[in-house]
């Protein structure tokens, strides 16, 4: 049994005057006290202001194969304790809102350590360790009175942009999407630019920074060049002037307290990470205990794994189908202020997104070959039954399997291009994808069944373009495309393919969300979309679209309760649900093609903090890059509870009992999360038996606290009874 020391609020108390204490004030003082076992590190933190409530208490070390950190949140009395250590010497230190951070100081777990925290001497210092969309949130975005844009010789505004809501669309799931606009090395100019004239050559020189280049220019573009850089100037040099944030940040309250987070590095400098996997999504005890994998998308083709044990971090190569496969090494790029002409990425597999399925192998949606290099069974003259209807000539990025049993990948090449992937419950455990864009127009899956017994990627796949009943008949008949008009004998397809794809767990029926207009770069809504798959999905699948009513717009990314609903998240600044079941009619006829017949189902919840500068919707600044449903608990804050990666508040986000509860991770400053994954390790140990995983998935962790040497990272988040519990 370990041994247990208990440290007393005041903690200057010798053990001979203990000894003298009558009994009863005794008992009062033993109360207050806070119990460590011999792997914890806990104490009392205090300023000038006496105990310091709802502050980080942040524990660091190098000594482990890879390194590692472990915070926890004060109570409110100032107490903390940072449990279940692994066998190190830690360095320790507080982090929070009104503090700048306090001196470090070394710990070892099993011993006791008071901290003093130390106070901000200004407000600015204290601004520094705000969340960045605190400080995104002071862009001045333009007025409702200038949509739609009336072009280069005009406002600006390219004409295309026919609202408000279309720019911030476009700021946040095309800008802060990648990488974190309120970060200090955005929200600054580096002199290492160079010597300019004014902040807008300033700017126009940094957006040409990096392998990312031909991006930032395109979306650019989308905003109007002269007046998006502007804006962006007067930005920083408002900030530059010493403007800070017109909201500050509350301290973690309540239950926020109860949050441990754990936390590897688990990547190269340089490269970012875009997802982790866990276990699979329906049970989340596969793989208990193992490793967790990521996903380098565009800077590596190295697969990173975790031992979450061991503490110990490797890399798996991802091969690829044609050695003529492009690298992003080739990017065009401009210098970085960071890396100078070093081109810090080397990807050909764009692995985006893996999954976890029964058997404890791991599917990615990676790229296997050049863009253009369809096979031939996936083009016109194909007698491939979904090619015969939607001949596909091109795909970015396709599927693979690793099989850490065998340690061999299957490659598995598509004529549909993946973005993101689901099982789902039927007989052939199928693999639903997303494609990202809408360009394709279809949806795609993989039936994982017959592929592992066959082999034949061209037998177990198939594509369906989504067709709406506008007839009204209730079943998929003859088409217009969707460029065409209406024909009241016919149904109607739309130009639109997922973006995030979830099968549903009470049916047969799968789930998609397609991105608006800021990331599609199309004059449509991001609708919901609701596709019945039939017995032939390529010949009988019809979609039903939904789009959120009132002030919400721009959804991105959707998962679902075990009964059914549906949670997403809106560039409005809002989490959203919505009920099928509420619906009042029947979604067919022409009127289904607006996504608006069943604004009953919806409901809104404005995210926490500020709005942008000048905007007066009701929504928040707050970006939120995707969403996951807990269905089985395995954070600790109940069962189907959504938590949304709000990487513009640096935090994950979750909605219980319609109050948000914010799991600010406070270090390194910047945290940027795409993802959430939960696993149970353990079912018998309660909380310390599961947990969600999460990563540092910015395309610029240099940005952030650390610069060049801020590896990516991986976090584990757990929720305890309380703040001191151990």
């Known amino acids: 049994m370990k041994m247990k020391q208990a440290l007393y609020l005041g903690a200057a108390t010798a053990a001979l005057a203990l000894a003298a204490i009558a009994p009863t004030e005794l008992r009062a003082q033993q ?29 660091e070390t190098t000594d482990l194969p890879t390194r590692f950190a472990k915070m926890v949140v004060t109570d409110d009395k100032g107490r903390y304790v940072i449990p279940d250590l692994p066998k190190a010497s830690y360095t320790v230190w507080v982090r929070g809102y009104g503090l700048v951070d306090s001196p470090k100081v070394a710990g070892t777990p099993g011993k006791l350590l008071n901290l003093t925290a130390t106070l ?39 004409p295309f942009l026919k609202n408000q809501h279309a720019w911030i669309d476009t700021i946040k799931n095309s800008c802060q999407s990648c990488h974190a606009l309120g970060s200090k090395g955005v929200r600054t100019l580096s002199p290492k630019l160079g010597s300019f004239k004014n902040s807008h050559e300033a700017w126009e020189r940094r957006l040409q920074s990096g392998q990312a280049m031909a991006n930032m220019a395109i979306t650019l573009g989308r905003l109007g060049p002269d007046k998006a850089i502007d804006l962006f100037s007067d930005w920083t040099d408002r900030i530059a002037a010493g403007e800070l944030p017109s909201e500050k940040p509350a301290r973690p309250q309540g239950i926020e307290r109860n949050v441990v987070y754990s936390m590897w590095d688990w990547g190269l400098k340089g490269e970012y990470l875009h997802d982790a996997i866990a ?62 002409d070093d081109p810090i990425w080397d990807s050909h597999t764009s692995i985006h997104n893996p999954m976890i399925d029964d058997k404890g192998r791991i599917w990615f949606t990676a790229k296997l070959r050049p863009e253009d290099d369809n096979p031939a069974f996936c083009k016109k003259g194909s007698d491939h039954p979904s ?3 939607v001949p596909l000539n091109t795909s970015a990025r396709q599927l693979s399997m690793y099989d850490p049993k065998t340690q061999k990948w299957s490659l598995i090449d598509t004529c549909f291009n993946t973005q993101h992937l689901n099982f789902s419950h039927d ?9 990202g864009g809408p360009q394709s127009g279809v949806v795609g899956w993989l039936n994982t069944k017959m592929y592992l017994a066959t082999g034949s990627a061209e037998k177990s796949q198939g594509w369906t373009p989504l067709i709406v009943d506008t007839n ?17 004998t016919k149904d109607k397809r739309v130009m639109a393919a997922f973006y995030g794809v979830q099968p549903s767990p009470v049916d047969d029926t799968v789930w998609g969300q397609v991105m608006d207009v800021g990331f599609s770069r199309m004059d449509q809504p991001g609708y919901i979309v609701h596709l019945i798959p039939g017995s032939n999905p390529t010949e009988t699948a019809l979609a039903e679209l939904f789009v959120p009513p009132d002030e919400g717009y721009g959804s991105r990314g959707l998962d679902l309760t075990t009964d059914g609903v549906l949670w997403t998240v809106l560039s409005s600044g809002h989490m959203a649900s919505f009920d099928r079941r509420k619906c009042k009619a029947e979604i067919k006829g022409p009127e289904a093609l607006t996504g608006k017949m069943c604004p009953e189902g919806w409901t809104l919840y404005k995210f926490p903090g500020p709005q ?28 189907n509870v959504p938590i949304a990666s709000t990487n ?79």
């Open 387 to 389: 090619a015969k209807l």
């Open 279 to 340: 276990s699979e999504k329906y049970t989340q005890t596969i793989n208990a205990n193992g490793p967790i994998y990521g996903s380098p998308e565009e800077s590596s083709d190295m697969v990173p794994v975790l031992d979450p044990v061991k503490n110990t971090f490797t890399t798996i190569k991802h091969p690829y189908l044609d050695p003529q496969t492009p690298s992003t090494k080739t990017n065009t790029a401009g210098p970085s202020v960071y890396w100078g």
């Open 472 to 488: 009204g008949n209730g079943k998929r008949d003859a088409y217009v495309e969707a460029n065409e008009p209406l024909d009241p």
């Open 31 to 59: 109360s207050a006290a806070v119990t460590i076992d011999g792997d914890d590190i806990g104490g009392v933190v205090t300023s000038p202001s006496g105990p310091e409530a709802g502050v980080w208490v942040i524990a």
């Open 120 to 158: 901000a001497p200004t407000p600015a210092a204290a601004a520094e360790y705000y969340p960045g969309m605190y400080w995104y949130s002071m862009l001045k975005i333009p007025a409702e009175s200038e949509f739609p844009g009336t072009g280069p010789k005009g406002n600006g505004i390219p």
């Open 648 to 726: 513009g508040g640096e935090a994950l986000t979750a909605l219980v009992d319609g109050k948000f509860v914010t799991l600010r991770v406070p270090y390194p400053l910047g945290f940027f999360s795409k993802n959430v994954d939960g696993r149970i390790d353990d079912p018998s140990a309660g909380w310390k038996g599961k947990g969600i995983w999460t990563t540092f998935g910015s395309r610029a962790p240099f940005h952030n606290e650390g610069g060049i040497q801020n590896s990516p990272k991986l976090y584990k988040v757990q929720m305890r009874p309380d703040p001191l519990a151990n």
């Open 612 to 639: 942008f500068k000048g905007v007066t919707d009701k929504g928040s600044a707050q970006h939120a890059y995707y969403i996951w449903v807990d269905r089985l608990n395995t954070l600790g804050l109940g069962a």
């Open 427 to 435: 007989g052939n455990y199928t693999l639903w994808t997303s494609a």
